[in-house]
């Protein structure tokens, strides 16, 4: 059975982008984390074993893999964008005290994309929800 990588790595294959062992490792950690990764954390996990990998190539890669439909980017205005390998249908809840973002899995609420489709005119193409609070960790600290 394919691997979620390896069929990522077809379908860049197939759109005629070479895979370099360094666009492989950033592909990979992607697929396999669960964290959402800005790209400065994705450079500082992989350039221990890709010493000739920059905070560029990383960017320049991670561009590749959006466009492609690979990878969604999570932005918060803040210029910290997140990236998130996990396209299907979910939410995030995110710590206010340090930042982590956990997915979790609801029904998609629907209604309320027809409920702004009726009140504002839109063709709604989609939304995001996050959930803001003290993950674990931080709760545990403030007690």
């Known amino acids: 059975m394919e691997t979620r990588v390896e069929h ?12 370099t062992p360094q666009r492989y490792a950033i592909l990979e950690f992607l697929m396999e984390s669960h964290i959402h990764p800005t790209a400065d954390e994705i450079f500082r996990a992989l350039s221990p074993q890709y010493p000739s990998l920059s905070v560029a190539t990383v960017y320049n890669n991670l561009k590749l893999f959006v466009d492609a439909g690979l990878v969604r980017e999570l932005t918060y205005g803040d210029d910290s964008s997140r990236f998130d390998a996990d396209l299907s249908d979910h939410y ?9 973002m956990v997915d979790f899995e609801h ?4 209604a ?30 403030r007690n």
């Not at 995030?92 to 982590?100: D, L, P, V």
């Not at 029904?107 to 629907?110: E, G, L, R």
């Open 107 to 110: 029904p998609p609420v629907k």
């Open 8 to 19: 990522a790595v077809d379908q860049l294959k197939s759109s005629g982008v070479r895979m």
């Open 112 to 141: 309320v994309e027809e409920a702004a489709a009726v009140s504002t005119g839109f063709r709604v193409q989609g939304h995001r929800m996050e959930i803001y609070g003290l993950c674990p960790t931080c709760a545990d600290k």
């Open 92 to 100: 995030h809840a995110i710590c206010t005290g340090c930042g982590t």
